[in-house]
């Protein structure tokens, strides 16, 4: 692990993907919501808690493919208006 790497990585990704069965904490959305990478999580723990649906990134309920592809979906339909994806970009950047 080189954290140096794992900061350029987070830096340089415009959605991440955390769709986790469990987490009852969870750093990584909190490191992406930091870093501007909108985080797509599966609802549950700490990742439901961090992440606001439709506002600092995209959730989703229910572990299933199908749930996770909505999600996906919804944040790849956002990407296409990049007044919008920035937008909640810089909600992401300014959570505490």
Same mark, same amino acid.
């Given at each position: 692990?080189?954290? +140096? ?10 959605? *991440? ?5 469990? !987490?009852?904490?969870?750093?990584? +959305?909190?490191y ?24 600092t ?8 493919? !199908?749930? *996770? *592809? +909505?999600?996906?979906? @919804? ?8 007044? !919008?994806? @920035? ?7 300014? !959570?505490?």
């Amino acid at each position: 692990f080189d954290p +140096q790497i794992a900061r350029r990585i987070y830096g340089g990704v415009d959605v *991440l993907l955390v769709p986790s069965k469990v !987490e009852p904490c969870g750093l990584v +959305q909190l490191y992406g919501l930091r870093y501007g990478a909108v985080p797509v999580v599966h609802a549950v723990g700490g990742l439901r808690d961090t992440v606001k649906d439709g506002v600092t990134g995209f959730t989703f309920t229910g572990h299933t493919p !199908e749930a *996770l *592809l +909505q999600a996906v979906g @919804r944040a790849a339909s956002l990407w296409t208006t990049p007044a !919008e994806f @920035r937008a909640m970009r810089r909600r992401g950047m300014s !959570e505490d």
